[in-house]
T-cell receptor, first 111, second 115 residues
Framework: DAKTTQPPSMDCAEGRAANLPCNHS???????VYWYRQIHSQGPQYIIH???NNETNEMASLIITEDRKSSTLILPHATLRDTAVYYC????????????FGGGTRLMVKP | GAVVSQHPSRVICKSGTSVKIECRSL??????MFWYRQFPKQSLMLMAT?????????EQGVEKDKFLINHASLTLSTLTVTSAHPEDSSFYIC???????????FGSGTRLTVV
């Protein structure tokens, strides 16, 4: 699986949009971009994933650049409960491909 | 949605004893389960991959005789930490993937403290 690069930490004001970047310059054509988050002392929680089109669900939006070498996860209105470590992961969509976690971004939402 | 139940959430054991952690898929059949370990302020590290009815595949550096994995049914995988030592103290997390479903669902994790 391709490696990803994320900033180690970010702050965001409560109620504002949180934009979390991820670089994945070695991503291959059949690899998806997945985002998970981990709130302290809990298991990771799935947020969203995409291949090349932008995606949106009830939790977040995922913007993938046209060359697919980077992406941005957007939490439109961050709350204190969004404070967590956010992991950007790229993997093939074949059954059995495991998730390999990098360092992630520690997002701190402040009042 | 898919739910994975992991038990216990927290366990303290004495050095030299064994501890079993259970991971159950509650509303789907999990053909493949993954076990991760996470030390404080670090990311999740994959320990092993288990497929129902077959032997687990361990990542490099993970002792298969120390971390016994059993995946005897499509809804249950267990991780047994044998002869635990203080350095085995960590947060253990399981993840399950269902049949024909390429998404992953994670358990809530088990905090193991060996004293």
């Amino acid at each position: 699986d391709a490696k990803t690069t994320q900033p180690p930490s970010m702050d965001c004001a409560e109620g504002r949009a949180a934009n979390l970047p991820c670089n994945h310059s070695t991503i291959s054509g059949n690899e998806y971009v997945y985002w998970y988050r981990q709130i302290h002392s809990q298991g990771p929680q799935y947020i969203i994933h995409g291949l090349k089109n932008n995606e949106t669900n009830e939790m977040a939006s995922l913007i993938i650049t046209e060359d697919r070498k980077s992406s941005t996860l957007i939490l439109p209105h961050a709350t204190l409960r969004d404070t967590a470590v956010y992991y950007c992961i790229v993997r093939g969509n074949n059954a059995g491909n495991m998730l390999t976690f990098g360092g992630g971004t520690r997002l701190m939402v402040k009042p | 949605g898919a739910v994975v139940s992991q038990h216990p959430s927290r366990v303290i054991c004495k050095s030299g004893t064994s501890v079993k952690i259970e991971c159950r898929s509650l509303d789907f059949q999990a053909t493949t389960m993954f076990w991760y370990r996470q030390f404080p302020k670090q990311s999740l590290m994959l320990m092993a991959t288990s497929n129902e009815g077959s032997k687990a595949t361990y990542e490099q550096g993970v002792e298969k005789d120390k971390f016994l994995i059993n995946h005897a049914s499509l809804t249950l995988s267990t991780l047994t930490v044998t002869s635990a030592h203080p350095e085995d103290s960590s947060f253990y997390i399981c993840s399950a993937m269902g049949q024909g479903n390429y998404g992953y669902t994670f358990g809530s994790g088990t905090r193991l403290t060996v004293v």
